[in-house]
């Protein structure tokens, strides 16, 4: 507990050579008044000395075996572990000063300044990135399929049919949709007309239409032997023609292409006109709404999305930067107009400013008062797990200089009491042997 020859303990074994050496002057001088008076004043002292060392040694241990209220420490051990627990909440960590303190803290500049750091919006822009790989590699997304899905029904239902049509005949007509269009089908059309399955298709109904007019009388057998009129040349005439007018009506910017272009964009005005036609685009809208396998195909997709993510994240590899590049830089792109955005946000609007603080300052607090009732649970658990001997020691420690103090003025203050107490009764004795010095000192004086 003590170290060896410490003050306190050189103050008690003082006072012991003190007090042997005041016992053997006055058994040699039992008359001399002086060493009664010295022999009191060591007892004093040497008691008061033990009297302090075997009450500090009480706190912490049984001093000479002595069972009855000693080592008090190891015995409320409970007790004192709770008044700490509780000084420390109570008093350290009280209400009152955890506010105090939060208040001097200026949340706001210190949140700005961390928001304006690079890196803070690469670890924030990378969380959300992470949690967008974590939702694809979710095996249970059925709130997000479901989600998804009424989303897409709602945009279909919501999507009217003319203005559906509108901006299809106004994108159709910017980006040369119906150009494209009428050049391919002009195209197919011209290889299925100069094939000669078509030739005879032609000739075929030329020869029907003759037979339908003229029939199989006089008129048609003359037309045959004189060869007035050639099926096979009308029908070869009528394909090259044909040809030629696809042709034309692939060429870019010919005549015959502006032309049917200007039908097409006016049949579908006409076509957005039409009552009838947007019911029944209306009806299909809702078929398509209700019938469609929208969650079973978007449910396949998150699973096979599942599986690529799954085997490039075993290679290391970020899944959406590998498999969507475009997309993944969009959306790092996205993230950084809103993080930006966010930071506008934060440092123009005065409200937003004062909302933010006040949210932080309610949560600090709150983060702090729990920390409070966890710091008193940390505080108990340690020292519930100290043996007494370290226990005691921990307490000693802090206090060692005092209670050294205190045994070394037992030693002193017992010594003065001890010499009061020989004055008081020895009052008279000493005042009558003062007289008789005094008065011996006037007779030299005088005979000098």
């Known amino acids: 507990m003590t170290r060896a020859w410490n003050k306190a303990d050189a103050a008690l074994v003082t006072s012991f050579f003190f007090f042997l050496l005041s016992l053997y002057l006055h058994l040699h001088y039992p008359s001399v008044i002086w060493t009664d008076g010295m022999l009191m004043v060591s007892e004093a002292a040497l008691v008061g000395g033990v009297a302090d060392w075997f009450a500090v040694t009480a706190l912490f241990r049984r001093p000479l075996g002595f069972p009855y209220h000693t080592a008090i420490l190891p015995r409320r051990r409970d007790s004192f572990i709770k008044a700490i627990v ?28 961390y928001l304006r750091k690079e890196e803070t919006e690469a670890r924030m822009t990378g969380t959300v990135l992470h949690f967008i790989r974590a939702a ?21 239902l919501r999507e009217d049919p003319s203005e559906f049509m509108r901006r299809f005949d106004m994108l159709s007509h910017t980006n040369e949709w119906d150009q494209k269009a009428l050049v391919r089908i002009s195209r197919l059309l011209a290889q299925e007309v100069a094939a000669d399955e078509t030739r005879q298709s032609i000739r075929d109904e030329l020869a029907r239409l003759e037979h339908e007019k003229i029939g199989d009388g006089f008129l048609s057998r003359l037309l045959e032997v004189t060869n007035t009129v050639n099926l096979d040349e009308g ?31 006016d049949c579908l005005r006409d076509l957005r006109q039409d ?37 490039d994240l ?53 983060s702090a008062l729990h920390a409070q009732t966890l710091v008193g649970v940390i505080v108990g658990n340690v020292l519930s797990r100290l043996t007494d001997e370290e226990l005691n020691h921990l307490v000693y420690d802090k206090v060692e200089q005092d209670l050294l103090w205190i045994r070394v003025n037992g030693s002193l203050v017992g010594g003065c009491i001890g010499l009061l107490i020989f004055v008081g009764m020895n009052l008279p004795s000493i005042s009558s042997h003062f007289s008789d010095k005094v008065h011996e000192v006037f007779i030299a004086l005088r005979m000098i």
């Open 86 to 113: 509780v000084m420390v909440q109570k008093e350290f960590f009280s209400r009152r000063k955890i506010f105090r303190h939060i208040e001097k803290i200026h949340l706001f500049p210190m949140l700005q300044d």
């Open 136 to 156: 694809f590699l979710r095996k249970k997304n059925k709130k997000a399929i479901a989600y998804l899905s009424e989303r897409l029904k709602n945009i279909l």
């Open 235 to 265: 029908a070869e005439l009528i394909q090259r023609h044909t040809c030629h007018v696809l042709s034309e009506l692939g060429r870019a910017h010919s005549p015959l292409q502006e032309n049917a272009i200007a039908l097409l964009h």
């Open 275 to 311: 009552s009838e036609l947007l019911r029944l685009a209306r009806d299909l809208q809702e078929r398509l709404a209700c019938e469609l396998p929208i969650e079973e195909t978007l449910a396949r997709l998150f699973q096979g999305l599942r599986n690529h993510f799954q085997m």
């Open 314 to 366: 075993k290679r290391e590899v970020d899944p959406i930067a590998e498999h969507m590049p475009v997309f993944y830089t969009h959306l790092q792109s996205i993230l950084h107009v809103e993080y930006q955005h966010m930071l506008f946000l934060i440092e123009e609007r005065s409200e937003l400013q004062k909302i933010i603080t006040k949210v932080l300052y309610d949560l600090l607090a709150r």
